[in-house]
């Protein structure tokens, strides 16, 4: 795929069967929500073998939200993606709220114009205490993942990820 100087061109190639399991559109509070039409309990293998999980993925970049939703898709999990710390902490209600709260949440560390991700990990902790956290960042040498355990991170995810990447992290519990 020829791309403009400069710039980078992505093309993420999935299984039919995954393309199906989209859903695709928005909700009625703007989040994208897609993946399979999850059945109320968590039986549904996914590729990785491991259940369906309810996923929510926040990143301020648009490719990143899509790449990061295509592959959570492709690993058989439910993504609902958003762009800003405020949508995050609604879908985050809401989801508790319909008693379908999500199994973990992706934050980006670096949300320009928004609070950073440590900041939101810690409102999503104040909701819930037990709410896994997974900080994702392009920047290696942040102190946030060199320290993420401590930090009570679930895991990290270095930018730029691959499939494998992810599918590692969502193995971690």
Known sequence: MPSPAG??????????????????????????????????????????????????VLNDDEAVRSVMASILEL?????????????????????????????????????????????????LRERDPQVRVVVMSGYSTDPVLANAKELRFAGTLQKAFTVAMVQQTLAAW
Do not use: K, M, N, Y
Not at 7 to 12: D, F, G, H, I
Not at 23 to 47: C, L, M, T, Y
Not at 77 to 90: G, I, L, Q, R, W
């Open 7 to 56: 710039s980078a061109a992505l093309a993420l190639l999935r299984p039919r069967a995954a393309e199906e399991a989209v859903e695709g559109g928005q909700d009625e509070e703007g989040q994208q929500r897609r993946g399979h039409d999850a059945p109320d309990d968590d039986s549904i293998p996914s590729a990785s073998g491991a259940s369906c999980r309810r996923l929510l």
């Open 75 to 123: 690993l058989g999990h439910v993504a609902v993606v958003t762009a800003s710390s405020a949508a995050d902490f609604s879908a985050f209600d809401a989801a508790r709220a319909s008693g379908e709260p999500f199994d973990a949440v992706f934050v980006d560390l670096t949300l320009p114009g928004d609070l950073g991700g440590a900041a939101v990990a810690e409102r």
